[in-house]
């Protein structure tokens, strides 16, 4: 697999909302990771109002980049926002960790995967991940191109790409639930 997947994966759907993000150090990293927690409550939310086209789904969130490229940094602050306090770790041993957050509207389901130590797409499926992406759950999925096609189209692809002392985050969206949250991102 090539070191730099940033380039590699193109789900096969269209590309519904594409905005680019200059983030100058780490805190700017968390300033969007509360923006998009705050995106996540929206959707969750108009999701559950009366007349709503249909009920909250859950979101598919895959993140691209290099080592050190802030995946996990966005991850971390994206989970403080949404109120999370106790330790966050990357799950590049463990594969995944689970996390659930209080929110005024009910529990949020999260799960923050990384695939990294995959060498074979059937991997993920032996490991019966399925599961957790038709939970309703938010799953943050780093490396998700090591599981080649078998996670689907996701609802948010997040690439990260060093760029000087900072970071450029490129983020597409691939679901109308997905456009949303980008758009008050």
Known sequence: M???????????AAVLLERHFALADEAATSAFGARFADAID??????????????FQGLQVQLLGDLGAGKTTLVRATLRALGHTGRVRSPTYTLVEPYAVERPDGELELYHFDLY???DPAEWADAGFREYFDSGAICLVEWPERAGTLLGIPDLVFSLDVEGDGRLLIARAYSESGKACLERC
């Open 117 to 119: 130590r995959f060498t």
């Open 2 to 12: 090539p070191d730099n997947p940033v380039h590699v994966i193109k789900p096969a």
């Open 42 to 55: 929206h959707v969750r939310r108009a999701a559950s109002e009366p007349g709503a086209r249909s009920e």
